[in-house]
């Protein structure tokens, strides 16, 4: 089965639904990194909206400058543009708003069941398929620019994925067991991005975490955080309006997390594990 493809960026400039997001668009055969050159443009004042999208990336980035395998071909490897109105502290909302419009988009393409981890993940049968990355530059009191790149796994088979990580990851395509065009889910998740960015804009944070709620696969775990070296366990249970993840410990009490990694431990199934 043919699972490899060139985008066809003529098709997705017709296909784009939206207003101003995409508008501006950049596009590569192979880049380094698509947050990096996103940066880059965004520091030459580009506007916001632009979009940059790359067919292969040679240094693809995680969190924590985790590389990310970008093969040709297979993935969706792109960067946006943005400079909201928010507070610097309310800039995780902006990884949040991502992950739901990437959820949504693949839940109404494929009709597989993604579900978001926090703070930037999505899986598909607890396996990684999406990775976020949230880049920025801040002030005092205000947000100059922030860069939200994100991978996703499309049409990799399984020897388009390190062997290491097999285990913990997967592809759309492993999953649904066809090919995804990824050319309708990169502007199906543009048009969600629009959407909900434009709502986040105008102070409306509700949709965003009701939304985020609906897709978790976090809420409800007991889970592991590691922070700054120190481990913590916990049952997570919501989160804020600013986007960390509030987790309760023992003793009932509750923590607020803004960052770190977590690892999901088991289902929090009755009363005797709350």
Not at 26 to 36: G, K, Q, R
Not at 41 to 53: H, I, S
Request: glycine share 6%; with cysteine; net charge negative.
């Amino acid at each position: 089965m043919q699972t490899k493809s060139s985008l066809p960026l003529g098709q997705i400039s017709k296909s784009l639904t939206t207003r101003w997001l995409g508008r501006t668009f950049h596009f590569y055969n192979e880049v380094d990194s698509t947050n990096a050159t996103a940066m880059d443009l965004a520091q030459q004042n580009a506007p916001e909206g632009t979009v940059v999208l790359a067919e292969q990336q040679l240094r693809g980035r995680g969190r924590e400058d985790r590389s990310w395998h970008s093969p040709a071909g297979v993935g969706i490897y792109c960067s946006i543009v943005l400079r909201p109105e928010l507070s610097p502290s309310k800039t995780m909302l902006l990884t949040l708003m991502t992950a739901v419009a990437i959820a949504r988009a693949v839940a109404l393409e494929t009709d597989l069941s993604p579900r978001i981890k926090w703070p930037n993940d999505i899986l598909i049968n607890d396996k990684k398929v999406v990775g976020i990355l949230l880049e920025s530059k801040v002030g005092a009191t205000e947000v100059e620019h922030a860069i939200i790149g994100f991978g996703i796994n499309v049409n990799h088979t399984p020897a388009d994925l390190p062997q290491e990580l097999l285990l913990a990851a997967s592809s759309l395509f492993i999953e649904l067991g066809e090919p995804v065009d990824r050319s309708k889910l990169i502007t199906k998740i543009l048009a969600e991005v629009e959407y909900l960015y434009e709502g986040l804009q105008q102070g409306d944070f509700a949709i965003i975490l009701e939304e985020w709620r609906h897709f978790s696969a976090t809420l409800g775990r007991h889970v592991r955080i590691l922070q700054q070296g120190e481990l913590t366990e916990g049952i997570a249970v919501d989160v804020t309006e600013e986007g960390a993840l509030l987790v309760r410990v023992e003793q009932d009490s509750l923590i607020t997390v803004h960052a770190g990694d977590i690892e999901h431990l088991r289902i929090v199934t009755d009363d005797a594990d709350r």
